[in-house]
């Protein structure tokens, strides 16, 4: 049964009218598509397990709605709220309540246990996901996203022993497979090749994993070009560049910091990202 927002009907539309107006800006690094009822229609008659959750929920129609109140709920940082309502649609909410986990175990209060809870359960989610949509780059990325979140929480290392990292790996490629300019995507897989060259050595890394500096490099500054006014991109590149090389790329990662610090935040969750950059410019830690 479709859930409505606790706002007024005449609230919720104009809500979703000033969403669906900066979508485009809003996600500039993800490449999200705006999740309208014609979207929804199209995912539904090509995907038959999509049309039973569709078909469940009262029609696309509803489905849209509930997933721009989802989305609504995210960009207004409310995070908590994302996971539930992207949770409550199956496969096509997985992308914002997986989104919204994953900033939630950056910058929540949870304690360790409740991180790795709420990391676990966006997990499952996630392959549910690429398996009924396995041509919508998101349902990879966002996987990967939460993957990740895991591993940097049990350590790089346990994640390469439990092959979490090689996953990791996959679904970023399979991104960029299915969509190149996905500017977060790029910095992810960056970040990836930077971690295991940071635990591993460079040497042992290539051998071992196939990773290079080179290949980081390339990832993080085609992730910039794509989006030179995301934070979460310029600082994320900044944090591989540190990892990569501390003592030589310190100074272009402080003019990183400084630039994601100076973005203007469009959302929630990127005024979150600015807050973090402007530590890390100052030199404090995370």
């Known amino acids: 049964m479709s859930r409505r927002s606790e706002k007024s009907p005449r609230e919720s539309e104009l809500a979703r009218a000033g969403l669906g107006a900066r979508w485009a800006e809003l996600h500039h690094g993800d490449r999200e598509p705006w999740p309208d009822e ?15 959750i569709v078909t469940l929920h009262g029609g696309a129609g509803p489905m849209a709605l509930d997933l721009q109140a989802a989305w609504q709920a995210f960009h207004a940082g409310e995070f908590p709220r994302a ?65 990740g979140r895991y591993s ?15 996953r990791v790996r996959s679904h970023l490629e ?42 980081a490099l390339e990832h993080f500054h085609q992730a910039s070009h794509l989006a030179p006014a995301s934070p979460i991109v310029q600082m994320e590149h900044a944090n591989g560049l540190m990892l990569l090389d501390a003592d ?9 910091y400084e630039r994601a610090a100076a973005c203007r935040p469009l959302d ?19």
């Open 83 to 147: 996971i539930k309502l992207g949770s409550e649609l199956g496969a096509l909410g997985a992308t914002v309540a997986n989104k919204a986990a994953a900033i939630d175990s950056v910058y929540s209060k949870h304690t360790g246990p409740q991180v790795l809870r709420i990391l676990v359960t966006a997990t499952a989610r996630g392959e549910e996901a690429v398996g009924q949509l396995p041509k919508y780059p998101n349902a990879h990325y966002m996987l990967a996203l939460v993957l």
């Open 174 to 215: 399979q991104t960029l497979d299915l969509e190149p300019r996905h500017a977060e995507a790029h910095v992810a897989l960056g970040l990836y090749h930077a971690e295991i060259i940071n635990k591993l050595g460079s040497l042992a890394a290539g051998f071992t994993h196939n990773v290079s500096s080179e290949k």
């Open 248 to 256: 030589r790329y310190r100074s272009q990662a402080r003019q990183l």
């Open 152 to 166: 940097q929480r049990i350590s790089i290392l346990e994640a390469l022993a439990e092959g979490l990292a090689g």
């Open 38 to 52: 014609r979207r929804i229609a199209g995912l539904a008659r090509r995907e038959e397990t999509v049309a039973k």
């Open 268 to 286: 929630a969750m990127e005024a979150l990202d600015v807050q973090c950059a402007t530590r890390l410019s100052e030199g404090k830690t995370r």
